[in-house]
């Protein structure tokens, strides 16, 4: 459920965009899904309801695979959905498959 009032801190990732995510001196999250699955979709909620708490401290990015397959590719996603941490341009840990609220929000306080 995401809160009422609520605006997502969560942004997408386009085409061509990932470069210049990466020189952010604020850790990254990358979150890959897509659209037809439904693990995806609860983890993007999940991840948008707890987005307001992480403003200042992590920048998080939804990558959708259909429209930027790129992206997964570069990150060897092979499972759906995945949560990518990085840290100084790095990959630093990887959540892969449905997880509750609470496991998701240790993976953002890392």
């Not at 707890?50 to 790129?70: A, G, Q, R, T």
């Amino acid at each position: 459920m995401i809160k009422k009032g609520c605006i997502s801190m969560v942004k997408e990732i386009i085409s061509g965009k990932l470069p210049a995510v990466l020189k952010s001196p604020t850790p990254i999250v990358l979150e890959f899904g897509t659209s037809k699955c439904p693990e995806c979709r609860q983890l993007k909620s999940i991840v948008n309801h707890l987005s307001d708490d992480f403003e200042d401290k992590v920048e998080i990015y939804y990558v959708d695979i259909d429209k930027v397959p790129e992206v997964q590719g570069i990150y060897e996603v092979n499972d759906l959905p995945t949560m990518i941490l990085i840290k100084d341009g790095k990959s630093q840990d990887k959540l892969v498959g449905p997880h509750s609220e609470e496991e998701i929000n240790d993976f953002l306080q890392q």
